[in-house]
């Protein structure tokens, strides 16, 4: 979390009106539209803060917590990792814990303890969680796996290859290497735990260890937190990446590509990247399995009396298929080897045999069927 003043992002004093701060907002809002200053990243970061302002500051309820929080120093957490949003969440579940645990007698109201007391079991509660400690610890850290999804067309799946995917990674932060401190900042080791990250004190016959709250259990104190990653060390990029897709590739199905999440802190190994696979559905080709079906429409005459068809196979090739005379309607071709081929299997295509059946006849043609029935002893 940085130490930021939602109340001077919006330009309105602390006892502004909720009518003050919307109209504040409305006004930024449009100033820094994405829409309007395309591309200027100074402006997209203000935007963000702007609306990250307004966020906490028009729900009454979370900026009674924004002020009741900074009034307890909880700005001290700047340079964590952590929002505001967060921290009022934390502070949320904190205050259920403790509700839960004291018997669910009356509940204390926020802010209902002493300010020093309250911040340093707020932060314990971070430290029991583990997701501040983990946040917060310096040092060797593996990077995360990325999940993610992409839409390819029937036909790439068919025939494989690579494709390039925009996937956000986290990494270390280049201006400050990680470090979350001003470059030209001193970074000190604290002299409360004296780097331990740790203190003890005794309260009666038992001697406690909780993190350390001057340093937030880092052992080190910042001087003046990075600017480009608000001391958190880490920026997310959007990187490029060429992934290969397996020629017959089955819809849903998950590509593992190592060393593509996000990067690993201070050289740890990054994690990996895992892209699921949606195949766009064919407006001919259905697919079952490695098999491929195609209806084909055929008009009377070519099911009466048969036919030569120039079929498209997945491939984009075209086969000729001999339509003998009296094919039935719902009739199966198979075409071998012509479904899909991946490196374990070969499927195979089936045209199935769609007759059409005219629909309006002239006097003269319903005088020649007539015929036809009296021939074929029809009765009708
Ligand atoms: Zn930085
Ligand atoms: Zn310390």
């Known amino acids: 979390m940085s130490d930021k003043n939602y109340y001077s992002i919006l330009g309105v004093s602390e006892d502004a009106s909720q009518e003050e701060i919307k109209r504040a907002y409305r006004e930024l809002a449009k100033k820094y539209h994405p829409d309007k200053t395309r591309g200027d990243k100074k402006a997209e970061e203000r935007f963000k803060e702007i609306n990250e302002a307004y966020g906490i500051l028009s729900d009454p309820e979370k900026r009674k917590k924004y ?9 001290h957490f700047a340079g964590q990792g952590m929002s505001w949003e967060d921290l009022i969440r ?26 020093d007391i309250g911040l340093d079991d707020l932060f314990s509660s971070f430290f029991d969680e583990g997701e501040f ?14 999940h993610t999804e992409i839409s390819i067309p029937f036909r790439k799946a068919v025939e494989g290859g690579p494709i390039e995917l925009t996937v956000p990674q986290q990494g270390t932060c280049p201006t400050c290497h990680g470090s979350g401190a001003e470059p030209g900042s001193t970074v000190q080791t604290c002299p409360v735990c004296r780097g331990t990250g740790m203190v003890s004190e005794s309260r009666g016959a038992f001697a406690i260890t909780r993190p350390c709250v001057n340093c937030m259990g880092k052992g080190k104190v910042i001087e003046k937190p990075c600017t480009t990653c608000n001391g958190t060390g880490t920026v997310t990029v959007a990187r490029t990446v060429k992934i290969n897709i397996p ?22 190994p990054p994690g990996d990247l895992y892209v699921t696979v949606r195949v766009q559905e064919d407006r ?31 491939y984009g090739n075209k086969v000729i298929l001999k339509i003998p005379p009296g094919t ?7 075409l071998k080897g012509q479904g899909i081929r991946t490196a374990r299997s070969v499927g195979d295509m089936y045209v199935i ?14 005088e020649l069927i007539r015929k036809f029935a009296d021939l074929q002893g029809m009765k009708y």
Not at 93 to 110: T, V
Not at 252 to 267: D, F, M, N, S, V
Not at 287 to 294: Q, T
Not at 357 to 366: A, G
């Open 328 to 334: 039935q309607p719902g009739h199966k071709f198979r």
């Open 284 to 314: 001919f080709f259905k697919r079952k399995g490695s098999n491929i079906y195609v209806e084909l429409p055929l008009n009377l005459a070519q099911a009466l009396l048969g036919s030569r068809v120039k079929i498209k196979t997945p």
């Open 67 to 75: 002020d009741q929080l900074r009034k307890m120093g909880a700005h």
């Open 133 to 146: 400690f983990r946040r917060s610890r310096s040092g060797r850290q593996a990077g995360q796996d990325i």
């Open 247 to 268: 020629a017959g590739i089955e819809d849903g199905t998950t590509l593992k590509i190592a060393g593509e999440g996000h990067r690993g802190i201070q050289g740890g």
């Open 353 to 366: 045999a769609k007759v059409e059946i005219p629909k309006h006849l002239t006097e003269q043609e319903k």
């Open 90 to 115: 934390h502070f949320d579940a904190f205050q259920e814990k403790a509700h839960a645990r004291d018997g669910g007698g009356p509940r204390f109201g926020f802010g209902g303890f002493g300010v």
